[in-house]
């Protein structure tokens, strides 16, 4: 049986683990998902889910539970991670803020890339579109109030980019070894990328 944890302190955790059930039954695979509320049960893992939200407060109560290090710990190991949106804010090596303007504290810094947030604006600049993604096709992309990433450095790749009339070409997932970081809702419309998940984490 293979596990797949999905942080579940805030966000859309609900729709990550309906895509990842799906997931499960239209690639057949036989797959168990485990809510992480607490440090003990990332230890029974064999991959992750970091979904969107609010990452301020997903990082503020994953540090009052006392789950960063061995989050941090558990991704930096080779776990198969799947980071959306507030997800892939929480695991980039340096974030800014497009709205508040503020700096921000370095978060989990497991990703080498840095994120620009809420760069489409606010709720009402929250769009949708098709994208390209490199390895997965055309996909149907959701973005709600989501970051760009501004910089990428080895080991991460660039895996799409979108055309945006505002900002122009900006990339929007990227790829480093067990990591894919998306900054739109891939839960909301494909099971493509947690098919993706379960796939390495069977490996
Ligand atoms: N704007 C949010 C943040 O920076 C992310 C939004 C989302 O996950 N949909 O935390």
Same mark, same amino acid.
């Given at each position: ?8 302190l805030? #966000? %859309?955790?609900?729709? !990550?683990?309906?895509? &990842?059930?799906? /997931? ?35 990082r503020y109560l994953a540090s009052y539970i006392g789950l960063t ?12 991670? @799947?980071?959306?949106?507030? #997800? ?8 800014? %803020? ?8 370095? @978060?989990? #810094? ?5 994120? @620009? ?7 009402? %600049?929250? *769009?949708?579109?098709? &994208?390209?993604?490199?390895?997965? #096709?055309?996909?149907? /992309? ?16 660039? +895996?799409?980019?979108?055309? !945006?009339?505002? @900002? ?11 990591? +894919? ?11 493509? *990328? !947690? ?5 390495? /984490? +069977?490996?």
């Open positions: 049986m293979t596990r797949i944890g999905v942080l579940a805030q #966000g %859309d955790v609900e729709e !990550h683990i309906y895509a &990842l059930m799906k /997931a499960s039954k239209t690639s057949n695979l036989n797959v168990e998902v485990v809510e992480v509320k607490k440090p003990s049960q990332l230890d029974s893992i064999d991959g992750l889910v970091i979904p969107g939200g609010e990452s301020t407060t997903i290090p061995k989050l941090k710990a558990k991704i930096e190991e080779g776990i198969p991670t @799947l980071a959306t949106c507030a #997800g892939l804010v929480i695991l980039a090596k340096k974030a800014r %803020d497009a709205v508040l303007k503020e700096p921000e504290q370095s @978060l989990l #810094g497991v990703l080498n890339v840095e994120v @620009l947030r809420n760069a489409f604006g606010r709720q009402k %600049d929250s *769009f949708e579109t098709k &994208l390209l993604v490199e390895g997965f #096709g055309e996909v149907k /992309a959701v973005f709600i109030r989501a970051p760009i990433v501004t910089e990428v450095w080895n080991p991460a790749k660039p +895996i799409s980019k979108l055309n !945006h009339p505002k @900002l122009g070409e900006v990339i929007v997932a990227v790829k480093q070894e067990n990591i +894919i970081g998306l900054a739109f809702h891939p839960e909301l419309t494909t099971t493509a *990328f !947690h098919e993706w998940l379960i796939n390495e /984490a +069977i490996k």
